[in-house]
């Protein structure tokens, strides 16, 4: 169920499923999902649009969500918020015909935007209309009215440009960061994530919660739980994995697992050998 979809910058890009989604196959054909590059003056603070769209479900859907440590803005009928990094799992419940169409900042690129510690943004759900007054009100109706899921996004790229939004080196710092962690799966502790950075603990801690909101533990043992999701989904041995991704022990992962996903790894394990 792949797409091949121009981007802002008229960059093409090959569509998949995106880690995160818990058993992100299932329904597969009910879905179409799109990843649009933003427009090159939002490419500092935008990692990339994203698009769900499906027709005529005969029963409702529910999507559950494993969140990155990234902050997103996501428009649909019922839904129309900036969502702070959250650290539990969420789903969405998807029912009939509809479209989400979502924006992914870049770690720290919404500090801009807000001019205020990310951490302020946390676990919460704003409407977009509070985040950016009567344009952003505006915004989400114009984005709901509009069928065309390329020309919804101009619309949002134009609120941002016309914020002006600043390039700031230390929102680039913690993005560099956050996908050392990311790209790393050896990488388990924060004092390796700080010798790497050049920072102190403390320091490096700081910048976390100010640019990306939260701290790097966090984001390290979330890029784990990732990681170990796409793994025992393809049904790899727990104990093992378990030892490569620096946790104590099988039982440490499996409750870690169990909280972010909604089900321990033996259940999750069973949907990846559906035929």
């Known amino acids: 169920m792949a797409a091949i979809l121009p981007g802002s910058s008229g960059t093409r890009l090959v569509e998949t499923r995106q880690r995160g989604w818990v058993d992100p196959y299932a329904g597969l054909d009910a879905f179409a999902f799109a990843r649009h590059a933003p427009a090159p003056g939002l490419a500092a603070h935008v990692d990339h649009f994203w698009v769900v769209t499906w027709t005529g479900l005969a029963e409702p859907y529910e999507q559950r969500i494993v969140s990155h440590p990234t902050v997103n803005m996501v428009i649909t009928e019922d839904f129309h918020r900036v969502v702070g990094v959250i ?3 969420f789903s969405y419940t998807m029912r009939g015909s509809g479209r989400v169409l979502g924006m992914r900042f870049v770690p720290g690129g919404f500090r801009t935007f ?10 919460r759900f704003t409407e977009i209309g509070e985040m950016f007054g009567a344009a952003g009100t505006t915004l989400v109706e114009r984005v709901l009215a509009e069928p065309d ?3 919804a996004i101009t619309l949002v790229e134009e609120l941002l440009l ?8 230390l929102a680039e710092e913690a993005a560099a960061l956050v996908a050392l962690a990311e790209d790393d799966p050896s990488m388990t502790r924060v004092d390796e994530l700080a010798a790497r950075s050049g920072r102190s603990t403390r320091s490096l801690q700081r910048l976390f919660r100010d640019h990306v909101g939260v701290g790097p533990k966090w984001v390290i043992r979330r890029f784990r739980l990732h990681e170990a999701a796409e793994r025992i989904y393809q049904g790899l041995d727990l104990a093992t994995l378990a030892a490569e991704l620096g946790y104590t022990d099988q039982a440490h992962l499996t409750r870690d697992f169990t909280a972010a996903v909604g089900m321990p790894p033996s259940a999750y394990a069973r949907l990846g050998r559906r035929p």
Not at 114 to 123: E, K
Not at 162 to 169: A, C, F, Q, S
Request: no cysteine.
């Open 87 to 89: 650290r539990g799992g």
């Open 114 to 123: 807000l001019g205020a510690p990310v951490s302020t943004l946390t676990d």
């Open 149 to 151: 899921a390329r020309a």
């Open 162 to 169: 016309g914020l002006e939004p600043e390039r700031d080196p």
